[in-house]
């Protein structure tokens, strides 16, 4: 498996504003924010893309979400709303090969298609 910059993120071999971490999973803010909020949410388990996880990983994804609704609900834009947003393979946005999900709030979002 290779070497991603969110394994040197977590080793803190490269410096990111880490704002969340437990013994799964850690999160910060993205360097290239598409939102006024933009956290990215990682596991601390090396899974290359959707396509890659176990379906004994099950929990990997559900811990995932559940730190970025806690995250959402601790900084005070749940109730607003919020983006979850988890990107597999090139076609599909994918750049960093380790999972991991976005979520982007802060603004009005707009929907896929959806009139604004």
């Not at 971490?21 to 899974?47: C, G, M, N, W, Y």
């Not at 990983?57 to 609900?73: F, P």
């Not at 990107?87 to 802060?106: S, W």
Request: with cysteine; aromatic share 8%; hydrophobic share 40%.
């Amino acid at each position: 498996m290779s070497e991603t910059v969110f394994h040197k993120i977590l080793r803190r071999e490269i410096p990111a504003d880490i704002v969340y971490e437990d013994e799964h999973l850690f999160a910060f803010r993205d360097i290239s924010p598409q939102a006024p909020v933009h956290v990215l949410f990682v596991p601390k388990e090396t899974v290359p893309t959707l396509n890659d996880l176990d379906p004994s990983q099950v929990e990997t994804v559900g811990r995932l979400m559940t730190a970025a609704a806690a995250y959402a609900k601790r900084e005070g834009f749940a109730e607003d709303g919020y983006r979850v947003v988890m990107n597999c393979n090139e076609h599909g946005g994918q750049t960093v090969f380790q999972i991991h999900l976005h979520l982007l709030a802060g603004a009005p979002l707009g929907g896929f298609g959806a009139p604004r």
